[in-house]
Every structure is written in C-alpha cells, then in structure tokens.
C-alpha cells in the first residue's frame, strides 16, 4: 500500500464522501424540515366569540378565554390563552394581550387601581394600555375586537414579541 | 467446587480480553501519567462528569414515567412526586444534580482561567469545555420547562420574549424555541426532545472529546513546577520529559481523590433530595390562570433580578450584547492569550474577573429572591392601629392609599411593597407642593394619577401622607 493518491483512489474518496452526504441529506432534509415546520405554520388568526356585549360592563376590564391561535388536539390546558377585555362604551370595547412588553409575563389587571402590574419586574400600565412605569418598552398589545350581532369577538393571533 | 467457579469465571475473563482487549486498552489510558502534584485541586471536572452521569441516569428513570405532553405533564409529576416509589427522591436527586453540575462546571472553569491551564497546547480544551457549559446551560433551562407547572409554561414565554430581542433572527428563534405561534402542545414536546436527545447527546460527545483532549495534551502542571513562561515551542517537549521523569500514574495515584469526590457529590445530592426534597410544583399549567408570578430556578434568578434593575434606555443592546460579549470573551481568550505566564501573581486581573463573577451572581440572587421591585400583591388595607388618627380626612386617605394601589409599591409603617420608597417618612423630604406634584404626574417608575383622583381625594391622600411623621434621614 502507497501513501500516494492515485485518480482511482482520489476519486473512490470523493465518491465515498458523495455518497455520504447523499445519505445524510436523505436522512437530514426530513429531520431538520420536521424540527422547523412550526416556523412556516401560520398561527389561526380567527375571529372568537366572547358572548354577548350585554355581559361586559363598561368601564370594566375582564379577562376572557379563548382557544390558542395554535391549537393541537392534545394541548390539554394549554388549549387556550387569556386576554384582558376592556368595554369603553356601548359597543366599543378594547383588547389586550395579557404579555408584558417587556418580558411575557403575566399582567394583573388591578381594578381599584386602575392599572395593570405586572409580577415578574414591576411594569405598569394605565387602564388604555400605555406604559405608566418600570421597564416595559412598549403599551400592552391590542388584539382586534368587534362586535357583530350583539355579541363581541376578538382576533386571535400570535403571542406577540418585541 | 469454588476453586472450579473461579476459574470457570478466569477463563471467560481471558476469553473475552483475548477477542476484544478492552481491559489492557482501560489500563493503559487509566494508568496514563499525570504531573506530580496532581491533588485536590484537579477534582472539579471529574467531579463535573459524576453530576452528568447522575442526571443521565436518575433522567432516564424520571422519563420511564413522565408524559411529555401538555394535556398529561403535570399529572404524571404529581404521580411522580406524591405516588411512584423512590420518585419523590429521584425528582430531588434529578433537581440537586442539576444544580450540582452547574455549580461545579462553574467551578471548574473557574479554576482552570485561575491557573491559567487553558494555555497552550490545551486551548482546545478550554474550547470544548466552553460548548459543553452551553449545553449545560440550556439542560436547566429545558429542564426548567419540563417541570411543566405554571413556572414551567412562563419560562417558556420568558424566553422566547428574550430570544425575540435579538436583531433580524429574533422573532424566527423565538418560534423555534415555542414550537409554533404561542405555548401550545408543541412547546414541551420539542423541550423535551431536545433535553432527553438532542443535548444528552451532543454533551456525551463533548465530554468524549474533552477527556480525549485531556489524555492526549496530558493535564497541566501546577503553575509553580512549570516553566516560568508557556513558549509554544518548548512546552511540549519539556512536559514530555517532566512525565518521563516524574510523572505518576493516574489511577490509582490521583483517581482515589476523584473516587472521594464523587461519593461527596452523589451523597451530597442525594442527602438534599431526601431532607430538602423536590422543588414543589407549582400552580397547574394553564396559561389562562393569570394570577402567577414565574419565577426561574436559582442558577438564572441573578440574570432574572439584572433584567429588573437595566435602566430601560441601554436595557434591549445589553440583553443581546452581553451574552453575546460574554461568549466571545470565553471563545477568545484561549486564542489571544495562550502563552506567556501562568502564576496568579501574574495575573491578578484574573482573581478579579472570578471574584467580580461570583459576586455579582451572589448579589443578584440575593435581590432576585426580595425582587424589590415586584409590587406586593398581598399587601392588605392599614389597620386602624397603623393610621393611628381619628382624622376624618386621613382615615379615607389611608383607605385610598390601599385601594389606589399606593401599597402595591410603597411601605408606610412596615407594611406594603418596596418597589417605591418607603413613605413613612415622605414628609421630611417632600412638602405639600411637591406631594401633589409627584402624586398627579408620577415619576419614573411610578403612574401619573391626574384623573384617577378627585380633588377630594388628592386631599385625602396627601393628608394622610402628612399625617405620618416618620423620622427625618
């Protein structure tokens, strides 16, 4: 045996490695897409039903539930999300995402406050939603709402991120 | 009878080295010769792999039982915990020894910058060691999230919040890490994938490559038997002829130390899973229960408690500088400096940046765990007593000072949250103009209540703040 490459070796060599990566390309390109198919899937931008507008007082601010924007038939309790429903008059009511703008986390709406807290970093905000302290860089998200027929429903989307 | 048995069990023992040799090949990487002075300081890694191999094995009994699905997760932790034998302990064992690897990689790095042992010819080494530190980083966090109660669901959300801080990718990873638009069902799925799989798997191979590193660059000489100055080439000769000369075999000569250490370790975790127990589980995962305060497991709480205090301007690049900074101080720092001395009398920035590291984890964790800037949420109304005051006026002020939320963020007499100043005192360093002021137009921290008052209640509010006198600072 010679250390020297041959044509004959210098191409079994780059043949073997071809067939190889043939191999793995086979294998990969199913593995990766199935590992990144949630990034092509678009979240259910659906319009909800949170019952009718008789149910909601104005002035107020309640949470209501509605299904995830990306159910799965085993999510379990993950099967739905929160949002906070503000009425502000007689049809007009806003929505907002229950995520801090800072880091995710879950904002209280403290009614005799008037303003929402948030529990992970101290963030306040007014009752429209604008940043009244602490670190949030942004006013809560606002989901659509409308109301159709005496009852009101709200656009699910994404979890919004900064 | 015995003596036939025994040498029944000799012959099968020639047998299998004959066809596979594996015992000679142990000994000769067992016995290879390390450094005099090899000694107490040279346990941290293998004490290290001994936290690895425990979370491998109590993982894959954890994993026989635990269902890793959104619907089903938290009920087989509470069977887990409260139902299966030994699960309580191995839930604990599992916990601990998380802590204990991070504790000790964490050492063990220390220690290894400290002697400078990450010079050449062992950058790559302190290379490798540096990606399995990753990987060890992102183990306590998955497995943060595989203890799916609420904590586990918003660590998720956390996350992916920080990851989304990052320019032009964020969004993208942020999906990546939620498995989709939102926490949902394949958010633990793929967390667990990648806990169970995908890092086990990569880590095993890390640690394949570092102890190879290890036995083919031979382990560092301390500092002090060393040459003077590391010269690239030099070293390697002269390390050849000091194990030549002097070197001992490892096993048994510095691996009874090991063998100590790893009963500390096991013992240690194992004491802590049986006396302390599991970290408890918390509310049920449902992300529509709103009352929550997530909270992340101790090794992230100081990193938890840096994102608080940021001044909001420089908060989004220092999210994504820093780690990225840090990262690269880490890759660099074999590359850049890996000759010349290695003593730490030498070297005394690096007691520095070791010390400056482990006192700002310490102080952070103690402040993330008084996070004095959540507000209080269990603050409850002042009592008569508190007010102390037959005043019409002050009594519905203090009313209000509780139902405006005032008490969320500020202490009078004790009582409340600390986010705001204590405002026992507020009279010795505001007067009534300035009360009114701060109170209407907020601050910086702090709302604006222009229009959630009355006049009558601004009254109210700032005679009961002046009705405390508190002592002047």
Known sequence: MSDTLTPRRRFLAWFSAGLGAVAAAAVGVPVIGFFFAP???????????????????????????????????WAGEAAEMAAWLRR??????????????????PVRWMANAQLFLCPCHGGVYYEDGAVAGGPPPRALTQYPVRVQDGNVFLRTSALPLG | MLSRLARLIRAIGHWLEDRTGLWS????????????????????GGATLVAFLLQ??????????????????????????HDAPFGR???????????????????HMSRVFLTGSYKFPREMNWLSGAALLLLTILMAFTGQLLRWDQDGVWSAVVASEQAARIPALGHWLAHLVLGGATVSGPTLSRSFAVHVFLIPALIFAGVGLHLYLVLRTGVSERASI?????????????????????????????????????????????ALALIVGPKPLGKPPDPTIIIASPRPDWYFLWYFAVLAILPRGIEPSVIVL???????????????????????????????????????IAWYSRLGVRSPWSPDFDARPLTAQAIASSDSAVVAGAALFYARGCEYCHVIDGQGGSRGP????????????????????????????????????????????????????
């Open chain 2, 25 to 44: 090949v142990s000994r000769r990487l067992a016995e290879h010769p390390v450094p005099p002075g090899t000694d107490w300081r040279y346990v941290l």
């Open chain 2, 322 to 360: 820093a780690p990225l900074l840090f990262g690269l101080a880490v890759f660099l720092l074999p590359l850049v400096a890996n000759r010349g001395r290695r003593t730490l009398r030498h070297r005394p920035w690096a007691v520095v940046v070791v010390a400056a590291a482990v006192f700002t």
């Open chain 2, 89 to 107: 302990v191995l839930r604990g064992m599992h916990y601990f020894g998380a802590s204990a690897m991070v504790v000790l990689i964490g050492a």
């Open chain 1, 88 to 105: 502000q008059g007689p049809s007009e009511f806003v929505a907002f995402s229950v995520n801090c703008t800072h880091l995710g986390c």
């Open chain 2, 422 to 473: 204590d405002l026992t005192d507020v009279v010795h360093r505001f007067d009534h103009p300035q009360l009114v002021a701060r109170i209407l137009g907020g601050g910086s921290i702090m709302p604006a209540y222009t229009g959630k008052l009355s006049s009558t209640e601004l009254a109210q509010l700032v005679a009961f703040l002046e009705s405390r006198r508190g002592s002047p600072k």
């Open chain 1, 39 to 73: 990034l092509m899937r678009r979240p259910v931008e659906a319009w909800r039903s949170l019952g009718p507008v008789g149910r909601f007082r104005i002035g107020e601010t309640v949470e209501v539930r509605i299904p995830s924007p990306a159910p799965v038939p």
């Open chain 2, 226 to 270: 060393g040459p003077a100055v590391v010269d690239p080439a030099t070293y390697r000769a002269w390390y050849r002829n000091l194990l030549d000369r002097e070197g001992q075999p490892f096993w048994p000569d510095a691996a009874w130390r090991d063998a100590v250490v790893a009963v500390l370790v096991v013992g240690t975790v194992l």
């Open chain 2, 56 to 81: 491998v094995a109590t993982g894959v009994a954890l994993a026989t039982v635990y269902v890793p699905s959104t619907g089903s997760a938290y009920q087989s932790l509470q069977f887990i915990t």
